[in-house]
């Protein structure tokens, strides 16, 4: 029950990790042409780099799980959160088809919490249901119990075949106390390879060294002339610096200027 096909791959993490942990990665699709060169080169040359739209699962090889964190960008609290109406949202569709097709013993469904309140609990289902039906569980992961110093949320449903008579458990968590970003960031030189810094203005340079740590832009001693000028807008994520003492903040995907994430020195 080892060998397993993984929809919207990405660079390969969620592979990365199901192979650590003994199973085998047997096809990968993403329609992310550097995110599959990342996966050819950390995980295997087994990559589909195209569109989940394109592929017939039926001319796959047979796996015996999927593996599918399927795009978060319309549910995303820092998205548009159009939901399953978007195009992102909607293709949840393309993993029923892949259960419907590849018949497997077992699923991994994975997004962010902000699924549950966007039709989450019906596409969930909808895994569940489809093919020969699965027995489910659906666990809000809070990685940071988990010894990942990052304050990384995730829900992500399991499902085991109906006739194998099996159900998953989540694992208990291991950490009480989270591992902070001075523990984590301990030993790190300053460059390493294969990274690309980001080069900030002077005015954002002084703008940080207002901020103190675990606060961010809006922070009340930040003086007048640092302050943003935009109305209506209050995302805590802008300018927010680590605290040595806590989990880091999720990584933001493409977020732009501002939400890079900065240290707490």
């Not at 589909?48 to 047979?62: K, Y």
């Not at 469904?109 to 699924?115: F, I, K, S, T």
């Not at 099996?166 to 990274?195: C, D, W």
Request: proline fraction near 6%.
């Amino acid at each position: 029950m080892n060998a397993f096909g993984e929809l919207f791959a990405g660079a390969g993490g969620m592979a990365l990790g199901l192979k650590r942990a003994g199973f085998n990665p047997t096809w990968a699709i993403d329609s992310e042409p550097d995110a599959c060169a990342s996966y050819r080169k950390n995980v295997g040359p087994h990559t589909i780099c195209d569109r989940v739209e394109n592929v017939d699962f039926a001319d796959l090889p047979g796996v015996d799980g999927l593996a599918f964190g399927f795009p978060c960008n319309d549910f995303s609290m820092v998205g548009e959160k159009k939901g399953v109406e978007g195009y992102f949202g909607g293709l949840y569709k393309f993993a029923e088809q892949a259960i419907e097709k590849s018949d497997p013993s077992w699923f991994i469904a994975e997004n962010v919490p902000g699924l549950m309140s966007n039709g989450g609990q019906d596409i969930m289902q909808g895994f569940a249901d489809a093919g020969r039906g699965y027995d489910l569980t659906v666990h809000l992961f809070r990685f940071e119990d988990y010894g990942v110093p990052q304050r990384r949320w995730r829900v992500i449903g399991v499902g085991i075949r109906r006739d194998l008579n099996k159900v998953y458990m989540p694992p208990a968590a291991t950490h009480s106390k989270p591992i902070g970003a001075k523990v984590a960031l301990s030993g790190v030189s300053e460059i390493l390879l294969n990274n690309e810094l980001p080069k900030h203005s002077a005015r954002v340079v002084e703008m940080l060294s207002h901020i103190p740590p675990g606060e961010n832009c809006w922070h009340e001693d930040l003086p007048e002339h640092l302050r943003l000028n935009v109305e209506k807008v209050r995302m805590s994520l802008i300018y927010r610096r680590l605290h040595p003492d806590e989990p880091s903040y999720t990584v933001v995907a493409a977020g732009g200027g501002g939400t890079h994430g900065y240290h707490y020195e």
